[in-house]
């Protein structure tokens, strides 16, 4: 049972006249206390980059590549936070369609049964302003193991494999694969 459907047998409202909410504003109050939580967690996830960011400039004079790219993902995840706190529907309850990689989702190419990717961050080509999309590239397992490296994956990649996602399935991080 999820902590809504809890909440909501808890907060009685069939209790006719006693009733002191009923079903609607339970949701509602429900609704608001969810979307305070993401944009806290928000602001939180940014609040905690940047305390990194500004330590890793302190000792090193600047942010290396790997940094940016972080500072990157954050953003993009807080954002996505905050889109979904303002009532947007998550991965698992939008539209599976897709035309491009989204952050914070996981992927499963289904004309090459082993790729998997991760997307991180969105970017785009400082020469060609191509789209890519960010993320770890993961191969076929090897002895229990699943090879990975960071890669960035642009339109062609994505028409190719017929990527589908995976980031709500059920998976295990053990062979190092979303």
Same mark, same amino acid.
């Given at each position: 049972m999820s902590a809504r459907k809890l909440l909501q047998l808890m907060i009685r409202t069939d209790r006719g006249s006693m009733t002191v909410w009923s079903k609607s504003e339970v949701a509602s109050a429900l609704d608001a206390y969810r979307a305070?939580?993401? *944009?806290?967690?928000?602001?939180?996830i940014e609040r $905690? $980059? +940047?305390?990194e960011e500004a330590e890793e400039r302190? *000792?090193?004079g600047f942010l290396d590549h790997e940094s940016e790219i972080c500072r990157g993902a954050v953003r993009d995840k807080a954002e996505w936070l905050r889109r979904l706190a303002d009532g947007e529907k998550s991965s698992r309850e939008a539209d599976a369609t897709s035309d491009f990689f989204h952050p914070g989702r996981a992927y499963a190419a289904r004309r090459h049964a082993d790729l998997r990717f991760e997307c991180? +961050?969105?970017? +785009?080509?400082p020469d060609t302003g191509e789209r890519k999309a960010i993320g770890w590239r993961y191969g076929p397992p090897h002895n229990g193991v699943r090879p990975h490296r960071l890669a960035a994956l642009g339109a062609d990649d994505w028409a190719c494999c017929?990527? =589908?996602? =995976?980031?709500?399935? +059920? =998976? =295990?991080r053990k062979d190092g694969a979303p």
């Open positions: 305070e939580v993401l *944009r806290e967690s928000a602001d939180e $905690q $980059q +940047a305390i302190d *000792r090193f991180l +961050a969105l970017s +785009a080509g017929d990527w =589908t996602e =995976t980031t709500n399935s +059920a =998976t =295990t």
